[in-house]
């Protein structure tokens, strides 16, 4: 079984409507991410948490918003789709271990958004 | 300008060869520092972390010049199977909140 689970894997769907992409683990982290990547761009970070109180605005949190029900789950909304929120979504979890910012992240298989 | 600069590719090179890439990063005060590699439709996955003093991980080695803010990744006797793209990845502060993802590096080996 994968780690890092996203749900769905793939989703097409259209203008305005809500949608909400999931992620579980199974690594016992505290800390979760949601990232989206775009053709001949970076991954960007939409949102992270890192425990189950703390929820923290990324680079481009405008049109998501996040929940983290528990430890091992943090889901990504869209409130109202747009076609410029097509894109591959990946969730990532990292352990802050001894060194803050030093532990590397792990990926889900990844979500791909399609809004039409 | 970028806050983590890659050369996009594509790199073309022999099975065999060496190749090597560079990412430049433009804050000094950049914490830590990692290459993941991402394969076609795939999720990214750690390939290994850049350490101050360079470090190897056998045919892939790592460096880090602070001095002129790039970190770089060699690959000796390439095989088919590193055809992929390498993402290098900064982590601005101590709190992971500020983590760079580069748009990557595209290499292809053909045999």
């Known amino acids: 079984d994968a780690d890092v689970t996203q749900t769905p894997r793939n989703r097409i769907t259209k203008t305005g409507k809500r949608i909400m992409l999931e992620c579980s683990q199974t690594k016992g982290h505290d800390r979760m991410y949601w990232y989206r990547q775009d053709p001949g761009l970076g991954l960007r970070l939409i949102y992270y948490?890192?425990?189950?109180?703390?929820?923290n605005k990324g680079e481009i949190s405008d049109g998501y918003s996040v929940s983290r029900q528990a430890q091992a789950k943090f889901s990504l909304s869209l409130e109202s789709a747009i076609p410029n929120q097509t894109a591959l979504y990946f969730c990532?979890?990292?352990?802050?271990?001894?060194?803050?910012?030093?532990?590397?992240?792990?990926f889900g298989d990844g979500t791909r958004l399609s809004i039409l | 300008r970028k806050e983590v600069e890659q050369d996009p590719g594509p790199f073309n090179v022999p099975e065999g060869a060496t190749v090597a890439f560079n990412c430049t990063y433009s804050n000094s005060a950049s914490q830590s520092f990692f290459w993941y590699r991402q394969d076609c439709r795939k999720e990214p996955k750690l390939l290994m972390s850049v350490y101050s003093s360079g470090n190897e991980d056998g045919r892939f080695t790592a460096q880090l010049n602070r001095a002129s803010q790039y970190i770089s990744l060699l690959i000796r006797d390439s095989k088919l199977s590193d055809s992929a793209t390498y993402l290098c990845v900064v982590n601005l502060n101590s709190s992971a909140s500020k983590i760079i993802f580069g748009s990557g590096t595209r290499l292809s080996i053909r045999p």
């Open positions: 990532a979890t990292s352990d802050p271990g001894l060194g803050d910012g030093n532990q590397p992240q792990h």
């Open positions: 948490s890192f425990d189950v109180k703390d929820i």
